[in-house]
């Protein structure tokens, strides 16, 4: 089947640790994103990816990380620098440009 | 710059009466709407999108929404409820550019009573 799969669900961390957050997409998509979910908010910007070995900062990319090696993936490092990383993390894709935006299933990130 | 509000965070109805989430938007160009639905620890799933053509949209579900221009509003309606809806909705609109950046609304929970 097509889509977005985002691995793991759960995530706990301790602090002080960086962790990375999987995203896959087999949907032959050419942009990519990263959200994230806090409660009763929307969901913000982290980073977004129109090409392969390129990315821009969204609107709260501080201590976050990405890299876009291949079209497929695009993997989110949290480090150790995000001051309150425990949220539910949400990757996208889409082709470009102007379309509909499809997302993952989502990963819970909980700091211990 | 563009935004969107959501009118209402909360919305309870009964099983088999109407639903209406309402969602204003603020744009300085011909925008691109959204409706999202997200159920718990899920994605989010497309309901319906708005990008000019037809001011009626109709979406999955049965849900559809309405683009009026005078009022800047794109609310959602659907007939009649079903237990399944039971979710969180959120409004979207799409900056104006290549960047294909969303900005969305602060959701509303849907709440359906049997």
């Known amino acids: 089947d097509g889509g977005i799969t985002q691995s793991p669900k759960y995530l706990f961390r301790k602090e002080g640790q960086n962790v990375t957050l999987s995203c896959e997409q087999n949907?032959?998509?050419?942009?990519m994103y990263w959200y994230r979910q806090d409660p009763g908010q929307g969901l913000r910007l982290i980073y977004y990816s129109q090409i392969v070995n390129d990315f821009q900062k969204g609107d709260i990319a501080e201590g976050y990380s990405v890299s876009r090696e291949k079209k497929e993936s695009f993997p989110l490092t949290v480090t150790s620098a995000q001051k309150n990383p425990t949220a539910f993390y949400l990757c996208?894709?889409?082709?470009?440009?102007?379309?509909?935006?499809?997302f993952g299933e989502g990963s819970w990130l909980t700091v211990v | 710059a563009q935004s969107v509000t959501q009118l209402d965070s909360h919305v309870s109805v009964s099983e088999g009466t109407p639903v209406l989430l309402r969602c204003n938007y603020s744009s300085s160009y011909s925008p691109s709407l959204f409706w999202y639905v997200q159920h718990p620890n899920k994605g989010l799933q497309l309901l319906l999108k708005?990008?000019?053509?037809?001011?009626l949209v109709k979406g999955i579900n049965g849900f559809e929404a309405e683009f009026k221009k005078s009022e800047t509003s794109f609310h959602l309606t659907k007939p009649s409820a079903h237990m399944s809806d039971a979710a969180e909705y959120f409004c979207v609109v799409s900056e104006a550019g290549a960047t294909n950046k969303l900005i969305f609304g602060t959701g509303t929970l849907l709440a359906v009573q049997p």
């Open positions: 708005y990008t000019s053509a037809a001011t």
């Open positions: 949907l032959n998509h050419d942009a």
């Open positions: 996208a894709s889409s082709w470009l440009p102007g379309n509909t935006i499809y």
